[in-house]
């Protein structure tokens, strides 16, 4: 009888039926235990909120784990990775329509949908499946990318999803070949194995071998389900779960406050010694980390050569967790490789690795967190942190052995202080590394003079000013940077401080995403984004461009950090004829080296980050290097000096190339 409908029999030739669903429910008791176990681990970690705002929560699902942004961006995996992806999807919903027409009754697999997408598209993200997969082992087991994590476990995985695929397309076109399938065309993979299997099988091999590559293959398949959260795969459901549960403000935000008072009363140490000291959150980022090395790749330290490597702080930390319920009481640094002290000293706080990783792990807090121990608990950092932290004390700046004030860059420019000019529009917070080091004070002097000719009632804090305390949080002196933050917001509040413009991205950061914490909010702008606005209000116009070419460095804390990238481009461009990029730029730009306290140390001369950076600037041709950011400019106008030769290479920030134009 000629079939008029397109369809196919669900389970030709299988016998019996019944087994198949027994070992379905198996697969999937054996795989909820093991979700069971991860979610019972992460409820060992500290509260954490992390479902408020859910359309923002699904709007950052969908975009990062059904349109996989981060992953796309490396080409390579990329390429392959896709189709791995895209062909899971497919295959699901193909199993997923087989289940709803046999066993509920739903008359799905006929007709034009049968053969469009049953036959035709299911075949073809097969085919990308099997290609994907190829492409990965061949990745794996012949290029071996550096970044990647090689265990026999990772090729497992690779070689059963290559068999099921394999397996899969046999059964088809074996199908096809033994019951003459009208609409087997539509098939295309499945067609040709049947076209190939004819001539040397006859229809009794045919069914035998069907029947038994069958069964081999729901064994693979129901095998792979129940022991997906055992492995590296439990990424397919901790991935999303932990994208849908990512911090939704800016990781500029990350770090979180201590409630000392409780500390205090409940004996728990300041920072985290031990895995309890984690949130849940925490925890669950352990098990959602997919290997991939995007985040060592993209660390600047790691880059250089040093110990540091964020992924594998992740990974000891997750086998650490596993090991046994007596690990939440072990001390963490030192208890795996990965979180050494002097690996974790090496961390510049540029948040690079978080801004990598494609299902949006938090490892730099992490890093903090374990610095907080050390530092407030144990006294143990390295020696020249150690005397910046003494200079904030002592001084309210970390550079210790300044013998400038915090006026002396203003010498002439009759700038006013608040005490003096109660009825200024904006305060200009000039910033540590802005007053005391001589190199810089150019910078806010020409921001100053800026903002003088553009009109604009400004006032400083002069002798009032102190550090935000910014390097002492990065540090890990989150009691001390505390202490300063609530007595300069005591000192802004009372002033009536409204609006603040600072030089310095740490300093903006800190008034932006850190004062809220301890009452004090403000409308805060990164000069460059405040000079910017008077440049589009007609307030300032660039008469003299610079014939010299321009690249601009982008600091983490302003680019990576707050997302402002273009208003320091578009100073660059009003006051330079010519710019260029760098290859890692913007959000995926490439740090100074100078933060997280990186600054106060003596990096070994082999392995410095600024020397990275600047061989990078030094690349692209560049008679100035731009820069927004008193660290920055201080780090690579020494990395320039150590990389360019005989070259003539200068270091500006955008402020001084802004007012060389304007005047």
């Given at each position: 009888?000629?079939?008029?409908?397109?369809?196919?029999?669900?389970?030709?030739?299988?016998q019996?039926?019944?087994?198949?669903?027994?070992?379905?429910?198996?697969?999937?008791?054996?795989?909820?235990?093991?979700?069971?176990?991860?979610?019972?681990?992460?409820r060992?970690?500290?509260?954490?909120d992390?479902?408020?705002?859910?359309?923002?929560?699904?709007?950052?699902?969908?975009?990062?784990?059904?349109?996989?942004?981060?992953?796309?961006?490396?080409?390579?995996?990329?390429?392959?990775?896709?189709?791995?992806?895209?062909?899971f999807?497919?295959?699901?919903?193909?199993?997923?329509?087989?289940?709803?027409?046999?066993?509920?009754?739903?008359?799905?697999?006929?007709?034009?949908?049968?053969?469009?997408?049953?036959?035709?598209?299911?075949?073809?993200?097969?085919?990308?499946?099997l290609?994907?997969?190829?492409?990965?082992?061949?990745?794996?087991?012949?290029?071996?990318?550096?970044?990647?994590?090689?265990?026999?476990?990772?090729?497992?995985i690779?070689?059963?999803?290559?068999?099921?695929?394999?397996?899969?397309?046999?059964?088809?076109?074996?199908?096809?070949?033994?019951?003459?399938?009208?609409?087997?065309?539509?098939?295309?993979?499945?067609?040709?194995?049947?076209?190939?299997?004819?001539?040397?099988?006859?229809?009794?091999?045919?069914?035998?071998?069907?029947?038994?590559?069958?069964?081999t293959?729901?064994?693979?398949v129901?095998?792979?389900?129940?022991?997906?959260?055992?492995?590296?795969?439990r990424?397919?459901?901790?991935?999303?779960?932990?994208?849908?549960?990512?911090?939704?403000?800016?990781?500029?935000?990350?770090?979180?406050?201590?409630d000392?008072?409780?500390?205090?009363?409940?004996g728990?140490?300041?920072?985290?010694?031990?895995?309890?000291?984690?949130?849940?959150?925490?925890?669950?980022?352990?098990?959602?980390?997919?290997?991939?090395?995007?985040?060592?790749?993209?660390?600047?330290?790691?880059?250089?050569?040093?110990?540091?490597?964020?992924?594998?702080?992740?990974?000891?930390?997750?086998?650490?967790?596993?090991?046994?319920?007596?690990?939440l009481?072990?001390?963490?640094?030192?208890?795996?490789?990965?979180?050494?002290?002097?690996?974790?000293?090496?961390?510049?706080?540029?948040?690079?690795?978080?801004?990598?990783?494609?299902?949006?792990?938090?490892?730099?807090p992490?890093?903090?967190?374990?610095?907080?121990?050390?530092?407030?608990?144990?006294?143990?950092?390295?020696?020249?942190?150690?005397?910046?932290?003494?200079?904030?004390e002592?001084?309210?700046?970390?550079?210790?052995g300044?013998?400038?004030?915090?006026?002396?860059?203003?010498?002439?420019?009759?700038?006013?202080?608040?005490?003096?000019?109660r009825?200024?529009?904006?305060?200009?917070?000039i910033?540590?590394?802005?007053?005391?080091?001589?190199?810089?004070?150019?910078v806010?002097?020409a921001?100053?003079?800026?903002?003088?000719?553009?009109?604009?009632?400004?006032?400083?804090?002069?002798?009032?000013?102190?550090?935000?305390?910014?390097?002492?949080?990065?540090?890990?002196?989150?009691?001390?940077?505390?202490?300063?933050?609530?007595?300069?917001?005591?000192?802004?509040?009372g002033?009536?401080?409204?609006?603040?413009?600072?030089?310095?991205?740490?300093?903006?950061?800190?008034?932006?995403?850190?004062?809220?914490?301890?009452?004090?909010?403000?409308?805060?702008?990164?000069?460059?984004?405040?000079?910017?606005?008077?440049?589009?209000?007609?307030?300032?116009?660039?008469?003299?461009?610079?014939?010299?070419?321009?690249?601009?460095?982008?600091?983490?804390?302003?680019?990576?950090?707050?997302?402002?990238?273009?208003?320091?481009?578009?100073?660059?461009?009003i006051?330079?004829?010519?710019?260029?990029?760098?290859?890692?730029?913007?959000?995926?730009?490439?740090?100074?080296?100078?933060g997280g306290?990186?600054?106060f140390?003596?990096?070994?001369?082999?392995?410095?980050?600024?020397?990275?950076?600047?061989?990078?600037?030094?690349?692209?041709?560049?008679?100035?290097?731009?820069?927004?950011?008193?660290?920055?400019?201080?780090?690579?106008?020494?990395?320039?000096?150590?990389?360019?030769?005989?070259?003539?290479?200068?270091v500006?920030?955008?402020?001084?190339?802004?007012?060389?134009?304007?005047?």
């Amino acid at each position: 009888m000629i079939q008029t409908v397109p369809t196919r029999e669900v389970f030709w030739n299988v016998q019996p039926v019944w087994l198949m669903y027994v070992m379905f429910a198996a697969s999937l008791v054996a795989a909820g235990y093991g979700l069971y176990r991860c979610v019972s681990g992460w409820r060992r970690g500290l509260p954490a909120d992390r479902f408020d705002q859910p359309k923002e929560r699904l709007r950052l699902l969908l975009k990062h784990a059904l349109g996989q942004r981060r992953t796309i961006r490396e080409k390579h995996a990329a390429f392959f990775h896709t189709f791995i992806y895209t062909g899971f999807i497919v295959l699901t919903i193909a199993t997923t329509v087989v289940a709803l027409h046999h066993d509920l009754g739903l008359p799905l697999m006929q007709g034009a949908f049968y053969l469009y997408f049953q036959s035709f598209i299911v075949d073809i993200f097969g085919a990308l499946l099997l290609l994907g997969v190829t492409i990965a082992l061949v990745r794996r087991l012949a290029l071996k990318p550096k970044k990647l994590v090689y265990t026999h476990e990772a090729e497992m995985i690779l070689l059963v999803i290559l068999l099921i695929v394999v397996t899969g397309f046999l059964l088809e076109g074996w199908r096809i070949a033994a019951t003459n399938d009208p609409w087997g065309t539509w098939s295309p993979v499945g067609y040709l194995v049947a076209r190939a299997s004819k001539p040397f099988l006859g229809a009794t091999a045919l069914k035998t071998f069907h029947f038994v590559v069958w069964w081999t293959h729901a064994i693979l398949v129901f095998g792979f389900i129940g022991a997906a959260p055992y492995t590296k795969m439990r990424h397919v459901i901790t991935g999303p779960l932990n994208i849908y549960t990512a911090r939704l403000t800016p990781s500029g935000a990350a770090l979180k406050a201590l409630d000392f008072d409780k500390l205090a009363e409940t004996g728990e140490p300041m920072g985290v010694k031990t895995l309890a000291g984690f949130t849940w959150k925490d925890l669950a980022d352990f098990d959602a980390c997919t290997e991939c090395g995007r985040c060592t790749s993209v660390c600047p330290a790691n880059t250089v050569g040093k110990e540091l490597s964020p992924r594998d702080i992740i990974l000891d930390l997750r086998g650490f967790a596993q090991a046994s319920d007596a690990a939440l009481a072990t001390p963490l640094v030192g208890a795996v490789p990965a979180t050494a002290a002097e690996a974790l000293w090496q961390c510049t706080t540029c948040g690079a690795c978080m801004e990598a990783c494609p299902v949006f792990i938090e490892q730099m807090p992490k890093i903090v967190d374990m610095r907080r121990y050390l530092v407030m608990e144990e006294s143990d950092f390295p020696d020249t942190m150690q005397e910046a932290m003494t200079s904030l004390e002592s001084r309210q700046h970390p550079f210790r052995g300044t013998q400038a004030t915090r006026l002396d860059w203003a010498d002439g420019l009759h700038v006013k202080t608040i005490a003096e000019a109660r009825d200024a529009e904006v305060l200009f917070w000039i910033g540590c590394g802005g007053a005391l080091i001589e190199r810089n004070q150019k910078v806010v002097r020409a921001t100053a003079q800026l903002l003088t000719k553009a009109g604009v009632k400004f006032a400083i804090l002069g002798r009032e000013e102190k550090c935000t305390g910014d390097p002492a949080r990065r540090i890990g002196n989150e009691f001390l940077f505390e202490m300063m933050a609530k007595d300069n917001v005591e000192t802004l509040n009372g002033y009536g401080v409204k609006k603040i413009v600072t030089s310095c991205p740490h300093c903006f950061n800190t008034f932006r995403h850190e004062y809220p914490q301890f009452g004090g909010s403000y409308e805060v702008f990164h000069h460059s984004e405040f000079l910017a606005q008077l440049v589009n209000e007609g307030k300032l116009t660039a008469a003299l461009p610079t014939d010299k070419t321009v690249t601009f460095h982008d600091p983490c804390y302003l680019g990576r950090h707050n997302g402002l990238t273009e208003a320091p481009r578009q100073l660059v461009q009003i006051a330079a004829r010519q710019s260029v990029e760098m290859t890692m730029n913007r959000a995926q730009g490439f740090c100074c080296g100078g933060g997280g306290g990186m600054s106060f140390v003596d990096e070994p001369k082999d392995k410095r980050v600024n020397q990275e950076r600047a061989q990078q600037a030094l690349a692209t041709g560049a008679d100035i290097v731009a820069v927004g950011c008193p660290f920055c400019m201080t780090m690579l106008e020494d990395g320039i000096n150590a990389r360019r030769g005989a070259r003539d290479v200068k270091v500006m920030d955008v402020a001084e190339l802004l007012w060389q134009s304007v005047e």
